[in-house]
């Protein structure tokens, strides 16, 4: 349930759309995620991303003559949080936000954006983010309906034959990956040997690793963030188990090394085309190797949300939401993660997935 804003950050937001329209302070954008807790390195990645695109942009004039400042917002992928982050972007009179990282967060937040007209891009994957008609939400990423049927395609492709288990962690994201995955499976025809979810942040998970071993279980769909999976193959392993896996867009994590050790070899994922290979994208990725930060997952669509808000304000000349949402819908923005368009729900109209392998300390193109 969303909080309501006291009507002194109702005044501050208002003065920051003057501010917008023409007065010389800093245009104030918010980067929204987990910046601590178990999916920490997930909410750099975006904070990464988001710097570095404000930088860019003030070194070139900012936008409509006015300079961007990042304000970052720390929800630790917990709704209840990301509702408080809302709320104080709110009242420090933030115009547009570059988040938030989990769709169990993203959710809750958009509707105190959209009740202050406030807008916003996300990296979320459920489809219910853009489901709900809100009118100031737009998706830079594909959807889980859409992951869901490339990661199946793999498996009846790849696996025919194997016991094939379907774990989620019960997140938004995680079941609705998991559910989609196995509407896949059943639609090729193939059996679906376990269907099991895990509470996400639990540390023993032996107890699902009896079921798999009893089952005879030979792949893995997961549903659910790397932190989790990364313990599930350790200890799978520990037990003497190796297991096939697939699973999301957070697994291009590199933290899924760290916590899977060995384990984490030969995992697969979906996930967009890399953006790093992109020409638009050379200098960029040049520049975040240069300050020794390898711009993996997410962190160049957070580059490129801010990049599609500043294009969007400049060719709507304004930055209030009816004119940003209306530009978005006139035709497709150059970004370092290639052309971003939308339809009327704010999806993108190119959502691309493919299946990555992870091999040693690196990911690519699986076979």
């Known amino acids: 349930m969303n909080m ?7 005044c501050m937001a208002s003065l920051a759309g003057l501010f917008a329209q023409g007065a010389s302070a800093d245009l104030l954008i918010g980067v929204a995620g987990p910046m601590t807790g178990p999916y920490a390195s997930g909410g750099q990645q975006m904070r990464n991303g988001a710097q570095m695109a404000v930088d860019d942009i003030n070194a070139k004039g900012g936008v409509l003559g006015q300079p961007l400042k990042l304000i970052v917002g720390d929800d630790v992928c917990d709704p209840k949080q990301a509702v408080s982050v ?8 933030v115009i547009f936000v570059d988040g938030h990282y989990c769709s169990s967060s993203t959710m809750p937040a958009s509707e105190v954006y959209a009740d202050e007209s406030i807008p916003m891009a996300t990296i979320s994957t459920n489809p219910q983010v853009t489901e709900r008609g809100l009118n100031n939400i737009v998706r830079v990423v594909g959807r889980d309906d859409q992951q869901g049927v490339v990661a199946a395609d793999y498996l009846a ?3 025919a034959g194997k016991k094939i288990a379907v774990i989620d962690d019960k997140s938004a994201y995680g079941k609705g990956l998991a559910d989609e995955i196995g509407k896949g499976l059943k639609a090729r025809n193939v059996v679906i040997a376990l269907r099991e979810s ?4 639990e540390k023993d998970y032996n107890g699902l690793i009896s079921k798999l071993k009893a089952g005879g279980i030979e792949v893995l769909a997961f549903g659910g963030y790397y932190t989790e999976l990364g313990m599930i193959l350790r200890q799978a392993s520990q037990a003497g188990l190796k297991l096939k896996v697939i699973g999301g867009d957070t697994l291009t994590n590199s933290e899924l090394l760290m916590a899977a050790g060995q384990a984490a070899d030969g995992v697969l994922f979906t996930f967009g085309p890399d953006p790093r290979l992109n020409a638009e994208a050379a200098q960029v990725v040049a520049n975040f190797r240069k300050a020794n930060i390898e711009p993996e997952g997410y962190t160049l669509y957070s580059y490129a949300t801010v990049q599609l808000f500043a294009q969007a304000a400049e060719r709507a000349r304004t930055t209030r939401l009816e004119g940003i949402r209306s530009a978005l819908g006139e035709g497709a923005y150059d970004t370092v993660v290639g052309p971003l ?3 009327r729900k704010g999806d993108i109209t190119q959502p691309g997935y493919v299946v990555y392998r992870w091999s040693g300390t690196q990911y690519g193109y699986a076979n």
Do not use: C, E, W
Request: hydrophobic residues 45%; glycine residues 12%.
């Open 4 to 10: 309501r804003i006291l009507p002194l950050g109702l």
């Open 198 to 201: 895990i509470t996400a942040g």
């Open 157 to 159: 492709s790849h696996f």
């Open 86 to 93: 809302a709320n104080t972007f709110v009242n420090k009179g």
């Open 341 to 343: 368009s939308f339809d």
